[in-house]
């Protein structure tokens, strides 16, 4: 992997979550939320979860605390549900982000990074302009419910994932769509992304459509999934599921820069206050 390389493992693994903005008409309950399930899928491999409110005006602060960032998924897309406002303060945040760890990354520091389902869709299309929105670019790919994982050519990911477990998610509906949209692999968009991204697994929407549900950028530590690890509803899920938190936290072991404790500094705010994150679940 170009532009990165991997040192001493560190055994303190301490992994960010940033926080989804609170739909419009639950404000008066805080500012954002974040599901507890994917605090329990970063956990289950032991490492620790730090939240990062995504309005946070302390960004800076928090990467120094972490060795890697969760992208969450939500519907910051929806006008009926969340201000542009909101749209535009997540993903200057997660700019910020994909900046830091990039620049983390060309330097020698391994920084990874995750994203699922709207993580995954930003991530996906970090290095384009997002001021004018992104799902004008994307197409419709409807699933939610389960489906396979069909594998495309080698990856780190797939690596991974031990090859029985590969042939079970091949023939079987395993994993947790939720979703609206998604990149057709025949587009002329997602062929444009594969510049810089490998497709490690793809599905068919309700549409017939094949779309992108996994992916890895080939030069950095970087990885997305359109479905739901944090959402395993069988057993072959449930084995999927902590396969793939423990290859993320042994990925962000390589950050090996010596962080001051995340006890430190606040991680949810006071409730109702301009930086809360309500913890659902």
């Not at 997305?224 to 449930?238: A, F, N, R, V, Y």
Request: with cysteine.
């Amino acid at each position: 992997m170009k532009g990165t390389r991997r040192k001493k493992k560190n055994e303190q693994v301490r992994i960010g979550i940033v926080s989804a903005p609170m739909p419009l008409k639950h404000l008066n309950r805080a500012e954002s939320y974040l599901d507890k399930a994917y605090v329990n899928w970063i956990e289950m491999s032991g490492a620790n979860a730090v939240v990062i409110p995504y309005n946070t005006d302390s960004l800076a602060t928090y990467l120094s605390t972490v060795h890697g960032v969760l992208w969450v998924g939500g519907g910051i897309e929806n006008t009926k549900t969340h201000s542009n406002e909101q749209y535009s303060n997540l993903t200057h945040t997660l700019r910020e982000i994909f900046t830091h760890a990039v620049r983390e990354n060309d330097r020698g520091n391994y920084f990874p990074l995750w994203g699922t389902c709207q993580g995954f869709d930003i991530l996906a299309m970090m290095r384009e302009n997002l001021d004018e929105g992104y799902f004008s670019r994307i197409q419709h790919a409807n699933k939610f419910r389960l489906g396979p994982l069909i594998f495309k050519g080698s990856s780190r990911l797939r690596k991974a994932i031990p090859k029985a477990l590969q042939v079970e998610l091949t023939r079987s509906p395993v994993v947790q769509h939720i979703h609206e949209f998604g990149f057709d692999v025949k587009s002329a968009h997602t062929k444009k992304l594969t510049a810089h991204l490998k497709i490690v697994s793809v599905d068919q929407a309700d549409n017939g459509v094949e779309f992108v549900n996994m992916f890895e950028y080939k030069k950095y530590p970087f990885y997305g999934c359109q479905w739901h690890p944090e959402k395993p509803l069988t057993d072959l899920g449930i084995e999927l599921s902590y396969t793939l938190s423990v290859f993320f936290k042994k990925e962000c072991s390589y950050n090996t820069i010596n962080t001051p404790r995340w006890s430190k500094i606040s991680t949810s705010g006071t409730l109702n206050s301009k930086f809360a994150v309500l913890v659902k679940g």
